[in-house]
């Protein structure tokens, strides 16, 4: 069982760059796909990006801004997140999973989300 835990969630400005981790313990991630979601206050919990063995996906909306990538020496994965925008505020949450398929669903570990405010 692997345990998740996000950070680097903050306040910034639009425009800005932040940079998002998720740390786990319990197990090593490179076994998993690692997905990266988000929910913004009234809204459901949307799909940002996955990482899996193999591909790289992400939501229309943060392609060519945001970029995902794996920290095997630290038991890790990144989401960059650069020139972010107000639509961008949210709690992010990373969750992982044992397959490699359907990369927006499926995941049964979750952590408990780093808040993320984008001021204009």
């Known amino acids: 069982q692997v345990n998740l835990v996000e950070s680097g969630g903050r306040v910034v400005q639009a425009g800005d760059s932040l940079t998002l981790t998720c740390d786990a313990n319990?197990?090593?991630?490179?076994?998993?796909?690692i997905g990266w979601f988000r929910q913004a206050p009234g809204k459901d919990r949307e799909f940002v990006a996955a990482?899996?063995?193999?591909?790289?996906v992400y939501e229309d909306s943060v392609k060519g801004r945001f970029t995902l990538s794996r920290d095997n020496d630290k038991n890790a994965v990144h989401l960059q997140m650069n020139n972010v925008i107000p639509e961008d505020t949210a709690i992010y949450y990373c969750?992982?999973?044992?397959?490699?398929?359907?990369?927006?669903?499926?995941?049964?570990?979750w952590g408990q989300g780093t808040q993320v405010t984008v001021s204009s």
């Open positions: 969750a992982a999973k044992q397959d490699s398929y359907d990369l927006g669903s499926g995941y049964g570990y």
């Open positions: 990482i899996s063995w193999i591909t790289t």
């Open positions: 319990g197990d090593t991630l490179r076994r998993y796909s």
